[in-house]
């Protein structure tokens, strides 16, 4: 893997005085990638999004973003849900990419005791209205329980439900649609406030349009789609284009893997 932008706030295995050396190939560890995508330090929350895109702008192919990605793409969602306290999806994603209960990994259990973290990130499904499997292992067999985000008027027969399968409801909306600022600060209160979002499009564009969006980690894969794919992002547009500066690129097979902070 070859890191391609320097940035000074990024720790890099060491390879020169500033601990990067240009266009150069190395074997980054786990420890050294975990670090180098370590949330801010400091009390507050933060959110950033994990997403893939073809060349051609597609951000899924048949529906699934698993065909535009690679091993090393795998490695790095890994590494980013091992540094989170919570996985925000959308409902739409968990039915269409098979979601299932983060999982404990050793390597990461040191770092997340030091942290004070639990040993593996909550899943919290942003649903209005809580049209989800409640028999599948998401729900039945997390190693933390699931939480459901959802509007105090969703279904009362489904907020029901999602308590009877384990899962802790939470409410962020008045209505049945959750308010993504609300979704944020109501995770934030629980404690979990380094925010880590998988999609998909819509309840990213959700959160881009809320200018709520602190982090993108965008892996540009080598690939073209053509057809109609949505893009990563997607609903009505801002007003004004929300501005994002580079924090980093790595390299490797091909694909770029990118990460923009919010200015």
Do not use: K
């Amino acid at each position: 893997m070859r890191q391609l932008f320097p940035v000074t706030d990024m720790t890099a295995p060491a390879a020169s005085d500033q601990g990067w050396s240009p266009a150069s190939d190395r074997e980054w560890s786990l420890d050294a990638l975990a670090d180098a995508y370590a949330y801010p330090e400091g009390g507050g929350t933060w959110l950033r999004a994990n997403m893939v895109s073809s060349l051609d702008g597609a951000g899924q192919h048949d529906g699934r973003s698993r065909p535009l990605s690679s091993e090393t793409d795998m490695r790095i969602f890994g590494i980013l849900r091992g540094l989170a306290d919570v996985v925000v999806v959308g409902a739409e994603t968990v039915r269409l990419e098979g979601y299932r209960p983060a999982r404990a990994r050793e390597a990461f259990a040191d770092r997340r005791a030091a942290a004070g973290q639990g040993p593996a990130p909550v899943i919290a499904v942003v649903s209005a209205s809580l049209d989800l499997d409640f028999s599948l292992p998401l729900f039945t067999e997390p190693l933390v329980p699931t939480v459901v985000l959802t509007g105090s008027g969703a279904p009362a027969d489904r907020i029901r439900a999602a308590r009877e399968a384990g899962a802790e409801v939470l409410f962020a909306g008045d209505g049945a649609r959750v308010v993504p600022a609300r979704a944020v600060a109501v995770l934030a209160e629980r404690g979990l406030r380094r925010q880590l979002t998988e999609g998909g499009p819509r309840l990213l564009g959700q959160f881009v349009g809320a200018d709520v969006l602190d982090e993108l980690c965008l892996t540009i894969s080598p690939t073209m789609t053509a057809g109609d794919a949505q893009r990563i992002a997607g609903g009505p547009s801002v007003a004004v284009p929300t501005r994002f500066q580079v924090a980093s690129v790595l390299e490797q097979d091909g694909f770029l893997f990118t990460r923009y902070r919010r200015i």
